[in-house]
């Protein structure tokens, strides 16, 4: 009989049917594999075509599944996901010529115009300089800072000791604030040109 864990804090549910098994793990993780994609650089509005790519996989791949962390087989399934997607946005933006950091042309109601361009704007700088780390210390900065899991909870999910968590952590922090002083000083120096 299969085991499948649930989240953290609920007991293992038996289950021997795969299409049960499939529900149960898609039901207990749907919003963690969606958290985890935010984390690992992917753009908020590719996030559920990438949760369902991730969900497919797992689908395909739930007969070899052991039962054994979940999370971390998740998480592994989540990563290569969101990097296969954005390789495959480069290469359509390659022969589409389609610019990858354009503002999203929805509305946002609720925000005046000048407030939803602002806040687009930042979000675009904050993609652009988490898009410059590397991929390991970007995860685990966004999944500490951002999501606010436990070094705990990192270490398990990304299948790695509890100290090269605190590790990446740690450069991670460092690079990003390296980038954003070297965004700053660039800022500065097209505001002193433009006034010029």
Avoid at 31 to 55: K, M, N, Y
Avoid at 127 to 133: D, G, S, V, Y
């Amino acid at each position: 009989m299969d085991v499948v864990s649930g989240s953290p804090g609920q007991k293992p549910a038996q289950v021997t049917d795969t299409r049960t098994k499939f529900r149960v793990i898609y039901d207990t993780w749907f919003e963690e594999v969606s958290r985890w994609i935010r984390a690992l650089g992917g753009l908020d509005a590719d996030r559920d075509d990438i949760v369902q790519e991730v969900f497919v996989v797992v689908r395909r791949r739930l007969v070899s599944f052991d039962g054994a962390n979940p999370a971390g087989w998740l998480y592994r399934i989540t990563r290569r996901q969101v990097r296969d997607f954005r390789r495959r946005a480069w290469a359509k933006h390659i022969f589409t010529k389609r610019h990858l950091g354009e503002p999203e042309t929805l509305p946002d109601e609720g925000r005046n115009p000048a407030t939803a361009l602002e806040y687009k704007e930042k979000q675009r700088v904050l993609h652009n300089l988490l898009r410059k780390m590397t991929d390991d210390r970007r995860s685990a900065f966004l999944l500490f800072e951002i999501e606010g899991l436990s070094g705990e909870e990192i270490a398990r999910i990304q299948s790695v000791p509890l100290n090269t968590v605190w590790t990446r952590l740690h450069y991670a922090r460092k690079e990003f604030f390296a980038l954003v002083a070297k965004y700053q000083r660039q800022q500065d120096i097209e505001s002193r040109k433009e006034n010029q």
